[in-house]
């Protein structure tokens, strides 16, 4: 099978951002996602969103808890082009949208995998709020994302940016139309990444 952009987008960060993984095993593991149903691009009109898919994948190859973050008073169309446009004002804006989170307390974990899909280049505005309000110094976050043919789109690097006190490890872009269409191929880029990740000593072996 070819490997295509579904599979493994690992960047490689400066050594600064790094946690020499080796010597710390992973603790308490948590997968924290913002994702959204409706229209969406090349899959149509969908009940569950692509990094909702992703995400809940993950959690069950790792035994992670999952938390959800949802925008407060959601008002965001469901329709892709209007999504779209109100996406692109947030980023142009630097908005931060209020935003609520379905494990009350986060500051147990350890180890974060933080995932959403591909806004405009970007992590979705909300994401920001999400990142700048908690309290994510001293914790390992691992990115990845959901999109339509951009790649991790540097995820990794403002991830680390907007948490300077936390470790990045390496991240993995999944296409949306593969989440829905072809699970297998999601199952495979995520078992790759993972045992990469255990093998840091980031996770546990799956």
């Known amino acids: 099978m070819k490997r295509r952009t579904f599979l493994l987008s690992l960047g490689v960060l400066p050594a600064a951002w790094m946690l020499p993984f080796r010597a710390q095993a992973a603790g308490r593991v948590l997968v924290v996602y913002f994702s959204r149903s409706g229209e969406q691009y090349g899959v149509g ?7 909702a898919i992703a995400a809940e994948m993950i959690a069950g190859k790792t035994g992670a808890d999952l938390c959800e973050i949802t925008v407060e ?6 329709r892709y082009k209007p ?3 109100v996406a692109k004002a947030e980023l142009n804006n630097k908005a931060r949208p209020a935003y609520k989170r379905s494990v009350a307390d986060i500051s147990g974990y350890d180890v974060i995998f933080v995932g959403a899909p591909v806004w405009w280049g970007d992590w979705p505005m909300v994401m920001y709020s999400f990142f700048e309000k908690e309290h994510l110094e001293g914790k390992v976050l691992v990115p990845f994302c959901t999109h339509a043919g951009s790649g991790l789109s540097g995820f990794d690097k403002k991830l680390a940016a907007a948490c300077p006190g936390s470790r990045v490890a390496p991240g993995l872009a999944l296409t949306g139309a593969d989440t829905q269409h072809h699970p297998g191929r999601i199952a495979e880029a995520v078992d790759g990444w993972l045992e990469k990740l255990a093998s840091q000593g980031v996770v546990p072996g799956i």
């Open 83 to 85: 999504l779209c446009d």
């Open 45 to 51: 009109v969908i009940s569950k969103g692509n990094t």
């Open 73 to 78: 008073n959601d008002t965001y169309p469901m």
